[in-house]
């Protein structure tokens, strides 16, 4: 692995675990083994080696998801694919979750820096879910429902179950199954 990415390793560990403010050049530096003096050269300052591990996150779940809903028989399915592997990508320690968690434009964390990038990044997700309800109302596997507002409605409910799963200690084991259940009787439309 380069210092270069040793770097972008440690940053997405420790944005992860620690947020934007308890992250420092430093721990980073020291995380990964390489001279600080090296961060500054490839990354330039804080702000945008936090854009850049959350733009690496995000990149790597969105190619999870477009993976996921490809070759779906039809737009339920789409659907629950897409939740299934938003879900899956959140548990997986090598992807860094959190630092999405803690990068999104909707955070609490107010970086000024390519703010505008990572919002078109996210937006990319709730439109492959849109176009999955979408296909779904077209194909009559899920009722005839709005599908911008429907695929606003299920993200909400997927980003309240990861936080909830990854941030607070209530979350009942079968969280994700029951999240995934609520939404498929939620938007499947009758079979018969």
């Not at 998801?65 to 339920?76: I, N, T």
């Not at 820096?113 to 596997?141: T, W, Y």
């Not at 429902?145 to 299920?154: H, I, K, S, Y």
């Not at 990854?166 to 009942?172: E, F, G, H, I, R």
């Amino acid at each position: 692995m380069s210092k270069k990415d040793a770097l972008l390793l440690a940053a997405k560990e420790l944005f992860g675990q620690h947020g934007y403010n308890g992250t420092t050049f430093k721990l980073i530096s020291e995380r990964a083994g390489v001279a600080l003096g090296l961060l500054t050269h490839h990354y330039g300052n804080k702000e945008k080696l936090f854009l850049t591990a959350g733009l690496d996150v995000l990149e790597r779940m969105l190619g999870r998801l477009r993976e996921a809903v490809a070759g779906a028989g039809d737009g339920l399915e789409a659907v629950q694919r897409f939740c299934g592997a938003y879900l899956e990508f959140s548990l997986d320690p090598g992807e860094h979750f959190l630092v999405l968690v803690r990068c999104s434009p909707y955070s609490d964390v107010n970086t000024r820096e390519d703010r505008e990038v990572m919002m078109q990044k996210f937006e990319a997700v709730p439109a492959i879910l849109e176009a999955c309800v979408r296909r779904g109302v077209e194909d009559g596997s899920i009722l005839p429902l709005p599908p911008r507002e429907t695929a606003g409605a299920v993200q909400c409910n997927l980003v309240g179950a990861v936080r909830t799963r990854l941030l607070t200690p209530y979350s009942a084991p079968s969280l994700y199954d029951d999240v995934l259940a609520f939404i498929t009787r939620s938007l499947a439309a009758p079979r018969g």
